[in-house]
Nanobody, 119 residues
């Protein structure tokens, strides 16, 4: 089992920044991909970005790559999502997730952290 705990969400004005953190525990993570998802009100859960143990990153959309940065501190078992130039449409619950790099489906999920971007 992998336990994931997100933090860092909150209320921010449009154009502002937030850094989300996700602390992972439970087992060694050297063969796990860590990712961030988000779910806006009334919508499905969409992937934002993922990162491997070695630091290979993937973003769901080019627009996110320019404003969001995923990073990982393996010594701390923590993954981060730096979000800049936030827009009201970025308002969502952000979830951290983990999957083995040999499996395409994310297996473990945090409870989420709310990000609200005001105009």
């Amino acid at each position: 089992q992998v336990q994931l705990v997100e933090s860092g969400g909150g209320l921010v004005q449009a154009g502002g920044s937030l850094r989300l953190s996700c602390a992972a525990s439970g087992r060694p993570l050297h063969n796990y991909v860590l990712g961030w998802f988000r779910q806006a009100p009334g919508k499905g859960r969409d992937i934002v970005a993922g990162i491997t143990w070695s630091g290979v990153m993937a973003y769901a959309a080019d627009s996110m790559k320019g404003r969001f940065t995923i990073s990982r501190d393996n010594a701390k078992n923590t993954v981060y999502l730096q979000m800049n130039s936030l827009k009201p449409e970025d308002t969502a619950v952000y979830y951290c997730a983990a999957r083995r790099d040999s499996i395409g489906t994310y297996e473990y999920w945090g409870k989420g952290t709310q990000v609200t971007v005001s105009t």
